[in-house]
T-cell receptor, first 116, second 114 residues
Framework: ETGVTQSPTHLIKTRGQQVTLRCSSQSGHNTVSWYQQALGQGPQFIFQYYREEENGRGNFPPRFSGLQFPNYSSELNVNALELDDSALYLC???????????????FGSGTRLTVV | AQKVTQAQTEISVVEKEDVTLDCVYE???????LFWYKQPPSGELVFLIR??????QNEISGRYSWNFQKSTSSFNFTITASQVVDSAVYFCALKLNRDDKIIFGKGTRLHILP
């Protein structure tokens, strides 16, 4: 089975620009979560998508938005980039079952975004 | 509020030594999961273990072992006979059963010196 793949691996953007990051979930998984990991910090939950809808959100402003597609892949969009958005963005896929319990998460290698 | 504290920011040990990474968590929920992840320089988070709050049995997997104590809200991780390949950042994390997000600690950077 394939793992989680993210693209691009690295990206440099200018403050005020918009960016789209992509994630392909692991085969058999139906849920995608996005995390932001600033340098020297632990990952912070941005949001989760299930059945193509947002299914939980962390403490991030509306300029962070996402999409999930019928094949369970996902995009993270960030508008009006700020310098503090520079971070490693991690995608994690999981399986949400009938009991609404997640049965483990598989993380991708992330996209390192630098905003200058 | 929920929180995970990894008090050790960075640890260096010589190869073959044993090392314990500490993790203390805070939650008032009774049903939750605890995790340990390894993050090598490549960036991905490698899953090591998941425990639920009702299972306090300690676990051993090869050179790795975990000590879960609800009385002290701790979930410590021990590497026995450390190897250079164990060098990485290790994260302890908490997930409530009623929530979707994983709450991570700030991580412990482990250096295994040859």
């Amino acid at each position: 089975e394939t793992g989680v793949t993210q693209s691009p691996t690295h990206l440099i953007k200018t403050r005020g620009q918009q960016v789209t990051l992509r994630c392909s979930s692991q085969s058999g998984h139906n849920t995608v979560s996005w995390y932001q990991q600033a340098l020297g910090q632990g990952p912070q939950f941005i949001f989760q998508y299930y059945r193509e809808e947002e299914n939980g959100r962390g403490n991030f402003p509306p300029r962070f938005s996402g999409l999930q597609f019928p094949n369970y892949s996902s995009e993270l969009n960030v508008n009006a980039l700020e310098l503090d958005d520079s971070a490693l963005y991690l995608c994690a896929s999981s399986l949400l079952g009938q009991g609404q319990h997640n049965y483990g998460y598989t993380f991708g290698s992330g996209t390192r975004l630098t905003v200058v | 509020a929920q929180k995970v504290t990894q008090a050790q920011t960075e640890i260096s040990v010589v190869e073959k030594e044993d090392v314990t990474l500490d993790c203390v968590y805070e939650t008032r929920d009774t049903t939750y999961y605890l995790f340990w992840y390894k993050q090598p320089p490549s960036g991905e988070l490698v899953f090591l273990i998941r425990r639920n709050s009702f299972d306090e049995q300690n676990e051993i997997s090869g050179r790795y072992s975990w000590n879960f104590q609800k009385s002290t809200s701790s979930f410590n991780f021990t590497i026995t006979a450390s190897q250079v390949v164990d060098s990485a950042v290790y994260f302890c994390a908490l997930k409530l059963n009623r929530d979707d997000k994983i709450i991570f600690g700030k991580g412990t950077r482990l250096h295994i010196l040859p």
